[in-house]
């Protein structure tokens, strides 16, 4: 079954600045990989996903992922953070029976 | 497009009852939906799969005969929890997908369950 990491649990940055949260996952085939947020309460927002393809996907509200076959990661990234960005996000990765599961997330403070 | 509700968004019930909550798909119908529980500041852990018109696949740990399910057609999945206790309180999140190859899950925006 597949499995995915996200090795930060809290991620304090200043707004402006760059961010990049880490993702690894642990699958036996090609995996489908997602990045959601989720703001206090609220269910989740697909920013992006992989399928296939060209391994740099670009998503929502400027964020954009890396899929590193070598490395079994999926990163996250956005040049310069909003203030509306804090929430929690996860990384999923999808298996062969449409099941997807889920990191433990991180959780993202931006900084006045 | 591909909209998932849940009702009600936010419950609260004293212990030993049971409490439905339903999830529907609004402009796709979903062969399969997924049932989500979701605990404090920690991940999503998948509970069970649903199919339409067949039995739903719980995953390792849950208990079926305090989560049913039932997926009687193709835009409406429900979730009770029998004889609630307080430990059951959680966000519940549901999930659709449609077609049989792989596609993108559909979440709904959750359903708050406290049991007093």
């Known amino acids: 079954a597949q499995s995915v990491t996200q090795p930060d649990i809290h991620i304090t940055v200043s707004e402006g600045a760059s961010l990049e949260l880490r993702c690894n996952y642990s699958?036996?085939?090609?995996?489908?990989l997602f990045w959601y947020v989720q703001s206090p309460g609220q269910g989740l927002q697909l920013l992006l996903k992989?399928?296939?393809?060209?391994?740099l996907v670009q998503g929502i509200k400027g964020f954009e992922a890396e899929f590193k076959r070598s490395q079994s990661s999926f990163n996250l990234r956005k040049p310069s953070v909003h203030w509306s960005d804090a929430a929690e996000y996860f990384c999923a990765v999808g298996g062969r029976n449409n099941d997807m599961r889920f990191g433990a997330g991180t959780r993202l403070t931006v900084k006045p | 497009g591909a909209v998932v509700s849940q009702h009600p968004s936010r419950v609260i019930c004293k212990s030993g009852t049971s409490v439905k909550i339903e999830c529907r798909s609004l402009?796709?119908?979903?062969?399969?939906m997924f049932w989500y529980r979701q605990f404090p500041k920690q991940s999503l852990m998948l509970m069970a799969t649903?199919?339409?018109?067949?039995?739903?696949?719980?995953e390792q740990g849950v208990e079926k005969d305090k989560f049913l399910i039932n997926h009687a057609s193709l835009t409406l999945s429900t979730l009770t929890v029998t004889s609630a206790h307080p430990e059951d309180s959680s966000f519940y999140i549901c999930?659709?997908?449609?077609?049989?190859?792989?596609?993108?899950?559909?979440f709904g925006p959750g359903t708050r369950l406290t049991v007093l």
């Open positions: 699958y036996g085939a090609t995996p489908y």
């Open positions: 999930s659709a997908v449609s077609g049989g190859a792989w596609n993108e899950q559909f």
């Open positions: 992989y399928f296939s393809g060209d391994t």
């Open positions: 402009d796709f119908q979903a062969t399969t």
């Open positions: 649903s199919n339409e018109g067949s039995k739903a696949t719980y």
